[in-house]
Each structure stands twice: as C-alpha cells, then as structure tokens.
T-cell receptor, first 111, second 112 residues
Framework: GIQVEQSPPDLILQEGANSTLRCNFS?????LQWFHQNPWGQLINLFY???GTKQNGRLSATTVATERYSLLYISSSQTTDSGVYFC?????????????FGTGTRLTIIP | DSGVTQTPKHLITATGQRVTLRCSPR?????VYWYQQSLDQGLQFLIQ???????AKGNILERFSAQQFPDLHSELNLSSLELGDSALYFC???????????FGQGTRLTVV
C-alpha cells in the first residue's frame, strides 16, 4: 500500500515562530487532507488540498502532486497550535477509498 | 463541530467483554469510515461502509464487526476484548468520492 511519511516527527518552538511541516507519499493520490489533533484528541480539518496552494489565516498548505509531497506552513505560532499534525492521502480507486494517515508531526509551542 | 457524532465518548470495560460504538454521519453523507488510533500504531483504517454496504476493509480483527443501517448511522462491535484493544476509535463520514472527510470526536476505549 501507499506509504506516507511526515517530517519532522517532533518540533518545539517559541510562540511567534514560523514552521514548515512536510508530508511525502509514495504513489499518486487523488485526495490529500491535513488535520490537527488537539490535546483532547479531536481531529480538526485544516485543508483539503489534492493539489495547489490554499491559505486560511495563519495557516497555508501546498501540494505538489507530481512530486508527491505536501507542505503545511504555520506562521506566528500560538500555544493553541500545539498538538499533532497529520496528513492523510487517498487513491480513490473503487473499493480503495480510505484515507491513509502519515505518522504525524508533534508540535509544541512554548509561551 | 464536524457534524459527525460518536457515542459514547468514553468507555471502560473488562477483558473478554463486548462493546458497541455508535456513529451518526453528517447529514447526507453516505460513506462512513472507522479508524483505530493506538499509542504505538497511529491511525489505522478498519472498515468503510457506503449506503449500507461494506466498501473497503483494512486490518480489522475478526473479533470486530461493523454495520451501517438504513438511516446511515453505523455501529462498530468489538468482542472478546483484550488489553491491546484500548485505543481511540474514530468514525468519519464523507459525501461523494474525492471530497473532504470529517471525523467525529472519537470514543476512548479502555480495557482493564
């Protein structure tokens, strides 16, 4: 099956810093989503981004499908940004429509 | 609020017991997915239903089963529970293929 790797596995930053999280995948995909899992365990949708660039406030994401990677940018980090960030991909073949999750990046923002 | 509702939020039960986790998808979503998140395994796909029928299967144990009812809610049944089944179980729903999936708040299962 498809492999999804995220880097770095852990990131500790001061409040106000910027960060870039990377997601590499081993095969072509039709769907890619970024999620934030907060300290209470909730999975929160950040972006649905199979290709191109999107921005939402301090967060933005870029997916280069032909090169099999996606980047999540967080600017001016806040303590509420802490948690684990997952990318998840899907290949959307009939009968194979599941999202495969990466290993996650644990982000800790220090006040 | 994602619009996906899971109950119960927390469940503590003994080894050997059976439990049922429930999921109500977002209004109009025909697909329901179940995922297991263990500390050492990450988020693992268990099973998908589409409009009442099983669509895709992951590494779901034989002790686990699921179904989707005519009103589109889904249940995940876990039986002969073992300590290693302790995990966060998520349900997700989506509309047509290649659209965004939304996750419920999860059910945290603790087997003692």
């Amino acid at each position: 099956g498809i492999q999804v790797e995220q880097s770095p596995p852990d990131l500790i930053l001061q409040e106000g810093a910027n960060s870039t999280l990377r997601c590499n995948f081993s095969d072509s995909v039709n769907n890619l989503q970024w999620f934030h899992q907060n300290p209470w365990g909730q999975l929160i949708n950040l972006f649905y981004i199979p290709s191109g660039t999107k921005q939402n406030g301090r967060l933005s994401a870029t997916t280069v499908a032909t090169e099999r990677y996606s980047l999540l940018y967080i600017s001016s980090s806040q303590t509420t940004d802490s948690g684990v960030y997952f990318c998840a991909v899907e290949q959307s073949n009939f009968g194979n429509e599941k999202l495969t999750f990466g290993t996650g990046t644990r982000l800790t923002i220090i006040p | 609020d994602s619009g996906v509702t899971q109950t119960p939020k927390h469940l503590i039960t003994a080894t050997g017991q059976r439990v049922t986790l429930r999921c109500s998808p977002r209004s109009g979503d025909l697909s329901v997915y179940w995922y297991q998140q263990s500390l050492d395994q990450g988020l693992q796909f268990l099973i998908q239903y589409y409009n009442g029928e099983e669509r895709a299967k992951g590494n779901i144990l034989e002790r686990f089963s699921a179904q989707q009812f005519p009103d589109l809610h889904s249940e995940l049944n876990l039986s002969s529970l073992e300590l290693g089944d302790s995990a966060l179980y998520f349900c997700a729903s989506r509309g047509p293929v290649r659209t965004e999936a939304f996750f419920g708040q999860g059910t945290r299962l603790t087997v003692v």
